[in-house]
């Protein structure tokens, strides 16, 4: 499969001599542990995005500070580029390696240094899982907000890198919101502390800009999170729709009454049907879409919310409102909603996971542009997100053996995001710009704001060594790839009229 | 009042022909109105930090975008620095002007572009008030969070440029947390967009970046902020402790339940009884400590919330808790606070506001500290704080008359940010660096952060002729200015352990 595949980096990349690089890293780093060989790099050619795969030239695992940083000095020192990856479970190619570059493995930094039930903070080596930190605070009633789907096996240091999401984030914030300190080293080998112990930090705010960069900018070393206290209860309410339209509108209905879900997801009848084969979670499978919406805190806070979203619901039309009747049946609804992308999976030999964001009032007119573009280019489209942030996942079915297929997903997949950015939203919410959605920054962004982007980039990595090609395209990819400017919607969408 | 001042700018200013400078701009902009008589310049010569005052060589007060960008081309080509500056309400002389520099006054831009109730946003131009915002909203149930206590007067602008907290932002945020999306114009007249519509945006996050940048990286020409459903109801309990510790330990516990107040503030005996006296708002004159702690939202989560939090008062040691039992007492207990500023200048000739960040779990410490401090330079200093951010206001009270009471005051001011360093916090919570701290800064910072600050700062303005000599202070001054460098409080404090 090749779907969406740029084999070009931006840019020549220098040629790296891999015997001369070999025998410099075990002199400079005798304790290092390095893969050179073919069988050992396969398993590091890719990260979740699997549909892009390059065999890096080297793959490193250090396990100490000092390693890291005389790693990084040569690199500097030679021109050799250096990819950062933790667990590799990212969605938007970001950690793929370099045929001509270094696979700088984080995944040994793994212990929790410091949990700290007073501060309520915990500080963490970059490999740490993201799970593993909530399990830690939790003996103290506290844990770790932030819980992209992948969190058993992603690590914190990705989780910055990308500045990831997760059901709870339209209460809880992204990663950066979940953050108070961020140890770097840059690719000269310097340690930086970007942001404080304190909630707030003078001078620029590097750490809010460090978070989702992509690697680009340094070398995760050491990570300071915040916990929250663990709410004593959370109820999830499930309600259907016969109309997507009026799901959007109770959306909009609760947020207007002042209550913050801990989580507010939709989920489309094509998503929800495959969730009911797959995982028996109770979803109406005649709904046209169901919203579950989790309510978090104390009791009686809980018990009101409950009774204020219920009545929103239904004055939004839902023709059935159910509250989960105790934990059990409330893990089956989320069950369903977590494991909807493997269950669409199953609908279709392949599926192209799309990421965008939009302003939440927009939802009824993507939606209708979404099924209309996939009526068109003749796929089905399953639609799954998180609706309280605007942040869709639209997923593309197609069969990569059935001769244009592959192409109309490509096509649709890019045409999605486009109309994303041509209502005033983003090609990404959670997910990472990474290799995949490179050329989406064209569309983006204009000329202007790309060349600041690279003057950022440049002030942290003058010679442009950390994960190049990835995050930030060149103003000559742009070019070549001529993307449609549709900036901040200012240039409308050639057929955004029609939605 | 000469405190704290710095006369000198980093680096040579470039020595400005004023009078073909005032040529070049009539010719390049005939439309735009420019002060140069020296009574004319007069009000300009400071911002809310009145102790800091400079004559700027021109003030130009705009009122179109296009004026703005052939100004900016014009300083651009021709080397002249720019400050902008919004109402001048800043307290740390971040508006200052330059002797050598043109004064940019966004106040004209003043106009409400759009108010959306559906997608909860305003879109303002940079000169808008930030209560004008909340008032234009109040027809829909809306208004705008952050609330500094200049808000009936502080512009939008120069919140955005200080990154302008409030006694609201424990909840729900600093200005940086309610920003949808900033205009700015580079200095070489490039429209650039930061943010955008939706909740997340790809590439950097250069909105957070610029977000408290304090007018170095560009000009600010429309800003769109978010707007929040205005809560049901607010009702605020008062409490009052014989000691300051179990202040602090309430402030912990009300966190450590899962509430979060709308504000959560704190004043000691000093500050309370000034403000007593002045307001008469109803205080225990006879308490160490009170804490107010405001909480809002619908009526029967509040009233639970209420009871709860009476209940962790008066478990830490509270001797009393009031809850305002009508609307006027609410008023009145805030009032107090809102006025504990010239409450305070009432006791004292004159008086110095600091703006320290600490962990909260270090209160009783600095407190401690701050105790100590005072008796041994012979200055009263009252405590005023915003208690759920950790964001400290000591009020050190001096005469300038007496011989020797202003280094006195200069000396304890500077050693108390130096212990909110080095305890793990910052120099400062929400007043900005400006020119007022920018020494500070070489104790907050090592050598390569600096450096990474300029680095940052050249990729907008390679010129820096942006507010030069605010925030980021050059490598110069700092060894100068001689900074220990307690850096997040890795290097103690030399009298750390007494406290």
Sequence with gaps: MNILYDARVDGPLPVVDKQALLLALRTAVPDLEILHHAEDLK???????????????????????????????LCHQHGVPVVARGAGTGLSGGALPLSQGILLVM??????????????????????????ISQAAAPHGLYYAPDPSSQIACTIGGNV???????????????????????????????????????????????ALFTGSEGMLGIITEVTVKLLPRPQVARVLLASFDRVEDAGRAVAGILDAGIIPGGLEMMDNLALRAAEDFIHAGYPVDAAAILLCELDG???????????????????????????CDEAERARFWAGRKNAFPAVGRLSPDYYCMDGTIPRRELPRVLRGIAELAAEYRLRV?????????NMHPLILFDANQPGELERAETIGGKILELCVAVGGSITGEHGVGREKI?????????????????????????????????????????EFGALHVHHGQLPFPDLERF
């Design 382 to 390: 399953a639609n799954v997100f998180h609706a309280g942030d605007g």
């Design 107 to 132: 995944a040994r930094f793994n212990r929790i240094l410091e949990v700290n039930p007073q501060g309520r903070f915990a500080r963490v080596q970059p490999g740490v899982r993201n799970l593993a």
């Design 298 to 324: 104390v009791e009686a806070d809980v018990r009101e919310d409950c009774d204020r979203v219920a009545t929103v619901l239904r004055q939004a039309g839902a023709r059935e409102v159910r509250l989960a």
């Design 439 to 479: 050329n989406q920054m064209c569309a983006q962004f204009n000329r202007d704001e790309i060349s600041l982007f690279h003057a950022v980039k440049a002030a942290f990595d003058p010679k442009g060594l950390l994960n190049p090609g990835k995050n930030i395209p060149t103003l000559q990819r742009c070019a």
């Design 161 to 207: 890198a990308e500045n990831a999401g997760g059901v709870h984030c339209l209460k809880y914030g992204l990663t950066v919101h979940n953050l108070l300190k961020v140890e770097i080293l840059t690719i000269e080998g310097e340690r930086l502390i970007l942001g404080s112990d304190a909630l707030d930090s003078p001078g620029f705010d590097l750490l």
């Design 43 to 73: 398993p590091y050619e890719c990260d979740g995005l699997s549909a892009y795969r390059t065999m890096p030239l080297l793959v490193v695992l250090p396990e100490r500070l000092e390693q890291v940083q005389t790693l990084l000095g």
